[in-house]
């Protein structure tokens, strides 16, 4: 049986301006913040302040790397430097576990000792005496 599957499981709807609602929820979030400041704080620190935020807001909405967002990388990255570190040795090993070694192989010449001459069978004998005994009796009928 087959079974339809659904392709751009990760993309998210698009709203309005081409924005997310997570993206456009972190933009109204930037602008109420530099409303605040703006009567905060005066012009001069206001620009600056709103320069660095601004920044930061836009690259964390819209730069990814790796399919990760900049805050999801950050989080990572605090995670790596003040997690635990196990730090495992393992010794090289050759590409196969067994390691060939060639060594000299010494000729050792062998003695030849006369051949021995087995002594012939009683059994052979016993079975030429059968044959010929079953010969006689055939001729003679």
Do not use: C
Request: glycine share 8%; net charge positive; aromatic share 12%.
């Amino acid at each position: 049986m087959q079974f339809t599957v659904p392709k751009f499981l990760e993309r998210e709807s698009v709203i309005a301006f081409g924005l997310t609602f997570k993206n456009l929820a972190i933009m109204a979030g930037l602008g109420f913040i530099l409303f605040v400041l703006y009567y905060i704080l005066p012009k001069v620190v206001f620009v600056l302040l709103a320069i660095i935020l601004g920044g930061s807001f836009l690259a964390a909405t819209f730069i990814k790397v790796g399919g990760q967002t900049l805050p999801q990388i950050i989080y990572h990255s605090f995670g790596f430097l003040l997690g635990g570190r196990i730090y495992v040795w393992n010794k090289a090993r050759a590409s196969s576990p067994v390691s060939l070694v060639q060594k000299k192989v010494k000729k050792i010449e062998k003695k030849e000792a006369p051949l021995k001459m087995a002594p012939q069978s009683r059994l052979s004998s016993l079975g030429s005496r059968l044959d010929f005994s079953s010969q006689k009796e055939q001729d003679d009928m």
